[in-house]
């Protein structure tokens, strides 16, 4: 039993020098010594600290603090993916989908997103119903919506939007303007500028509601608030 016990304090103890050396890797980074950072990354990577092993991968995918290497970090964000770091999964996904340093995998990138998404990852989600929308070979938009719903779930905007677009256009499900005004304006409430202007625009022209100009301005001036030129345009066209 006391065996048991004294390797159990060793791992412990093991564990918290492996979570040093990816903190002082951190400070080191933040102070510009970037071999020393490296080096400690890729000590505690090498120990199986998951998060060294990611941000490492960041570091050599980036190029901008040491010499790029795409190989590098598929490597890393693989071995980091698979020990189940869900960004790692994310990031080499997009590697797959981009063709950064690999050839392009469309299937292969799905996997990953949505090992990620069903992980917790909105932007996965919203990745998956992407490639099934948009993707001619792998077009399911009965699946898209599903993974738009799932991001939006997790209060990711973009996932809402989008979730109300497949709404407005019956894909993947039967027409619905109260649900797709239901995700606009959930989105809307998240700042998303997009979701703004397209329920103002369902206002302006009763597109499933009521007219309502007042609320229509409302809605565009606050997407030009927050930037958006369109929400501007709109705003002005309906002062004129």
Not at 21 to 47: M, P, R, T, W, Y
Not at 51 to 72: H, M, P, R, T, V
Not at 192 to 210: D, E, F, P, R, W
């Amino acid at each position: 039993m006391k065996k048991i016990i004294f390797l159990i304090l060793l791992s412990v103890l093991n564990i918290s020098l492996y979570a040093n050396d990816f903190n002082l890797a951190l400070e080191l980074q933040n102070k510009g010594e970037i071999n020393k950072a490296v080096s400690l990354f890729e000590k505690a990577c090498n120990n199986d600290d998951l998060k060294a092993c990611y941000n490492l991968a960041i570091l050599y995918f980036d190029g901008k603090e040491i010499k790029q290497d795409y190989s590098k970090a598929k490597n890393l964000y693989t071995k980091s993916c698979e020990a189940g770091h869900v960004s790692s999964c994310y990031n080499l996904g997009l590697m797959y989908d981009n063709a950064n340093g690999v050839t392009k995998d469309i299937l292969k990138a799905k996997e990953l997103y949505i090992k990620a998404c069903d992980a917790g990852d909105p932007y996965a989600c919203i990745n998956t119903g992407y490639i099934y929308e948009n993707d001619e070979s792998l077009r399911d938009y009965e699946k898209a919506k599903k993974y738009y719903q799932k991001a939006c779930d997790k209060d990711d905007s973009s996932g809402c939007h989008n979730l109300a677009v497949m709404y407005i256009k019956g894909l993947g499900t039967e027409q619905s303007y109260k649900k797709a005004k239901e995700y606009y304006q959930k989105a809307c409430d998240m700042a998303y500028s997009s979701s703004c202007i397209n329920l103002g625009v369902m206002y302006a022209k009763a597109q499933g509601v009521k007219q309502n100009s007042f609320k229509a301005k409302e809605l565009f001036k606050k997407a030009c608030d927050a930037g958006d030129a369109k929400g501007c345009r709109n705003y002005s066209v309906m002062n004129r």
